[in-house]
């Protein structure tokens, strides 16, 4: 069973410019959620969408958006970029978006903004 | 909200010794979901083991189990055996079961296994 797949593992891209970044959740896993990783702040929670629906969201500025399709696939934008958005963007899927549903985690997407 | 505490950045432990990684977390829900994660260089999270709060129980996977003290809200893991590949940050986490699939993050720990 292939995990969960996030692409593209590397971006670079220039304040004010937007970026779109892709997750594949495990086959048959309805629940995505994304958190950004970074050496100042850690490991912080974005948003979870389960069946399309943003079910729960972070503290977060609007730059950040989201959203899932009907295969589950999920994807998340950050408008406006500025410096302090270069992270690790992790995404992980679970089978049914409950707290007691392990969650199953990508390799994530580098973004470096310059 | 929930708070998670790791007070140790970085640890060293050698082959085939055991090493335990400290956690505090603190919250008002009553029923809660504990874990503690692993990050290789590769980046991936890699779920190591989990705990449910109700569950007096400590858990056990292997060559790694917890102990958990539901009144000091202590839930730390041991890793008996230590191997190269333990070599990762680790992390612990918790979940509460009204925010499905939110994990608050503690800071980390560095571990080092060494020959």
């Known amino acids: 069973k292939a995990g969960v797949t996030q692409t593209p593992r590397y971006l670079i891209k220039t304040r004010g410019q937007q970026v779109t970044l892709s997750c594949s959740p495990i086959?048959?896993?309805?629940?995505v959620s994304w958190y950004q990783q970074t050496p100042g702040q850690g490991l912080q929670f974005l948003f979870e969408?389960?069946?399309?629906?943003?079910?729960n969201k972070g503290n977060f500025p609007g730059r950040f958006s989201g959203r899932q399709f009907s295969n589950s696939r999920s994807e998340m934008n950050v408008s406006t970029l500025e410096l302090g958005d270069s992270a690790l963007y992790l995404c992980?899927?679970?089978?049914?978006?409950?707290?007691?549903?392990?969650?199953?985690f990508g390799n994530g997407t580098r973004l470096t903004v310059t | 909200a929930q708070t998670v505490t790791q007070s140790q950045p970085e640890m060293s432990v050698q082959e085939a010794e055991t090493v335990t990684l400290s956690c505090t977390y603190d919250?008002?829900?009553?029923?809660?979901?504990l874990f503690w994660y692993k990050q290789p260089p590769s980046r991936q999270m890699i779920l190591v083991i989990r705990?449910?709060?109700?569950?007096?129980q400590n858990a056990t996977e292997n060559r790694f189990s917890v102990n958990f003290q539901k009144a000091a809200k202590s839930f730390s893991l041991k890793i008996s055996d230590s191997q190269l590949g333990d070599t990762a940050m680790y992390f612990c986490?918790?979940?509460?079961?009204?925010?499905?699939?939110?994990?608050?993050f503690g800071t980390g720990t560095r571990l080092q296994v060494t020959l």
């Open positions: 992980a899927s679970s089978l049914v978006g409950r707290a007691n549903s392990p969650l199953h």
């Open positions: 086959s048959g896993h309805r629940s």
């Open positions: 969408y389960f069946s399309e629906t943003q079910r």
């Open positions: 919250t008002s829900e009553s029923n809660y979901y």
């Open positions: 705990q449910e709060a109700y569950k007096q």
């Open positions: 986490a918790s979940r509460d079961t009204g925010t499905a699939s939110k994990l608050t």
